[in-house]
């Protein structure tokens, strides 16, 4: 079955169009070849469909659209599936388990914010950059066939039930695996290590740096110089809250002039940054380095990102922490992902801060790195 279609025909960016299921309980499943490609869908309940990102929306937690692809090509065929939902619950996104407990995971996840189960080749894929990729590729194309499967234009395969509620019932049962409560840990807000009393205000940081030291304006970049292929980053999630951070060694007295990092993959118009900065002693935060955060805006950028911040004075002596928190993001639940160092597969998060799992920042070996002035 082949349809064409001009894609002018197809809803604005700010169009969806409900597509109600006649019951709770009916599951459609609709089949089409395209290309080298076989396209299965599946949806139970109501849901919402875009142009654009997000693309689809179920119109309630328990609703779900599965989209699956089995694509032939020279070393045989890939298959990629994607469940559609949303959440039942603020709670946790889990990556993955060790002995049995959650291991790393995304927080932050509100009710009803979109959750999107992922496979590539029947193998669970955390977070991958792939599926917006894919989604944008295939999903006007698929949206006509959605849309007529919905209203009977199409007919549907109803003779092997048992199938079609086994599709659903795995995919429910993923969801119920990944997404869960958050530990019963106090997310203590980053504002409470920025207030806490440290051995040395960060003002008289700077005055010890200026009065031990004159500057002579020599520079020396401290961190992650080298960005690889391997991203670490959310897609289809709230944005804002988001941290990530990192330890630099560091044996020089000076002041901070230039923040440099690496986006793999951005699909944001824009984000605000809040930027905060620790002094770190024998794996352990100490105190901070600034009175508040510090705020910077990225647009559509990607790749090596720069900003100079020198007119902060921030003083610096001794191993330092950054974290990057996301408090704007336009437009939200899209998708962004960090290039991480060479070094990333030796990286052990637990090993590196002893009292920072209350800052919720996922602490990885991203690519970032400073410009001392000393």
């Known amino acids: 079955f082949m349809m064409y279609f001009n894609a002018q025909d197809g809803l604005t960016d700010k169009q969806s169009e409900v597509m109600p299921a006649k019951s709770k309980e009916r599951i459609l499943h609709g089949s089409w070849e395209i290309g080298k490609s076989t396209f299965k869908v599946w949806t139970y309940g109501d849901f919402k469909i875009y142009?654009?990102?997000?693309?689809?929306?179920?119109?309630?937690?328990?609703?779900?659209?599965?989209i699956e692809e089995i694509k032939k090509n020279l070393l045989g065929t890939k298959t990629c599936k994607i469940a559609i939902t949303k959440a039942p619950f603020d709670g946790i996104f889990v990556q993955d388990f060790r002995d049995g407990t959650p291991n790393s995971w995304t927080h932050g996840i509100k009710k009803d914010d979109p959750l999107h189960l992922w496979t590539a080749n029947d193998e669970w894929v955390f977070l991958s950059s792939g599926k917006d990729e894919w989604m944008a590729k295939n999903i006007k194309e698929l949206y006509w066939r959605i849309k007529q499967m919905k209203e009977g234009e199409i007919n549907t395969n109803t003779n092997n039930m048992s199938d079609n509620q086994l599709v659903i019932q795995e995919q429910k049962q993923l969801k119920q695996e990944r997404f869960i409560k958050a530990p019963n840990e106090t997310r203590d807000e980053?504002?409470?290590?920025?207030?806490?009393?440290?051995?040395?205000e960060p003002s008289e940081i700077a005055s010890k740096?200026?009065?031990?030291?004159?500057?002579?304006g020599n520079l020396i970049r401290i961190g992650k110089?080298?960005?690889?292929?391997?991203?670490?980053?959310?897609?289809?999630?709230?944005?804002v809250g988001k941290r990530r951070g990192t330890i630099i060694k560091n044996n020089r007295?000076?002041?901070i002039r230039d923040l440099n990092f690496n986006i793999a993959n951005n699909t944001y118009d824009a984000i605000a940054y809040d930027l905060y900065f620790f002094k770190v002693d024998d794996n352990e935060i100490q105190h901070a380095l600034t009175q508040e955060p510090i705020r910077i805006n990225i647009k559509k950028e990607r790749g090596w990102i720069g900003r100079d911040l020198s007119?902060?004075?921030?003083?610096?002596?001794?191993?330092i922490l950054v974290v990057?928190?996301?408090?704007?993001?336009?437009?939200?639940?899209?998708?962004?992902?960090?290039?991480?160092?060479?070094?990333?597969?030796?990286?052990?998060?637990?090993?590196?801060?002893?009292?920072?799992?209350?800052?919720?920042?996922?602490?990885?070996a991203l690519a970032l790195n400073l410009v001392i002035e000393y």
């Open 324 to 364: 990057m928190e996301i408090v704007e993001a336009t437009p939200n639940n899209m998708g962004l992902f960090y290039a991480l160092s060479p070094n990333h597969i030796l990286y052990k998060p637990k090993d590196q801060l002893y009292n920072g799992k209350k800052l919720d920042f996922w602490n990885s």
């Open 311 to 319: 007119a902060y004075k921030i003083g610096v002596e001794g191993d």
């Open 225 to 239: 110089t080298k960005a690889t292929k391997t991203k670490s980053g959310f897609s289809g999630y709230n944005a």
């Open 209 to 216: 740096v200026i009065a031990s030291k004159n500057l002579k």
């Open 253 to 255: 007295q000076g002041f």
């Open 190 to 200: 980053i504002g409470g290590l920025i207030n806490m009393q440290p051995t040395i």
């Open 51 to 66: 142009n654009t990102l997000p693309y689809i929306e179920t119109v309630d937690a328990d609703g779900m659209v599965v």
